[in-house]
């Protein structure tokens, strides 16, 4: 029996998400890279969606709190007005992401790539930070704990 899903059936996606399925998602997710996911005010919280490809993706006001996120693809999605606290989004990727308005306290974020993403007005207190990417960010009005300046890249970083 072959496992691979083919571009012409017709898969919840969003169930395989819910059930943290990820391999499954994500052959889905690569034979269908076009698709329009929407996954705007869902509730994910505590779910285990680790190397999740969610680039592209809308998701916002959705509840990802206590997610288990590490290594996920978030490039070019929209997760404004979202819910992170307590996340472990280790070494996941935003890259050009939509974070505006989001909730990530007490997340950890080491390793996580913020390059060219707009956090503006995202409350960051009590994150962990190790290597974490804001190159060119867009960080006005975001909270955020002091820094040590071994623990974030933050070169063009727009802070005011």
Not at 46 to 62: D, E, P, R, V
Request: some cysteine; hydrophobic content about 40%.
């Amino acid at each position: 029996k072959n496992n691979v899903l083919k571009m012409s059936e017709k898969i919840d996606w969003l169930g395989l998400l819910q059930d943290s399925k990820i391999k499954e998602f994500n052959e889905w997710r690569m034979a269908n890279i076009f698709e329009k996911i929407d996954l705007s005010g869902k509730d994910f919280s505590g779910k285990n969606l680790s190397n999740a490809y969610l680039n592209g993706i809308k998701c916002n006001g959705a509840n990802l709190s206590g997610c288990n996120l590490q290594r996920a693809n978030f490039a070019q999605s929209e997760v404004m007005d979202s819910n992170l606290e307590n996340a472990d989004l280790t070494d996941a990727i935003f890259i050009y992401g939509n974070l505006k308005n989001s909730k990530l306290m007490n997340a950890n974020l080491s390793g996580t790539n913020f390059m060219w993403s707009d956090l503006r007005n995202c409350d960051l207190g009590g994150c962990k930070f190790n290597k974490t990417v804001f190159v060119e960010a867009k960080l006005q009005n975001a909270k955020l704990d002091p820094l040590e300046n071994e623990s974030v890249y933050l070169k063009f970083a727009k802070l005011d």
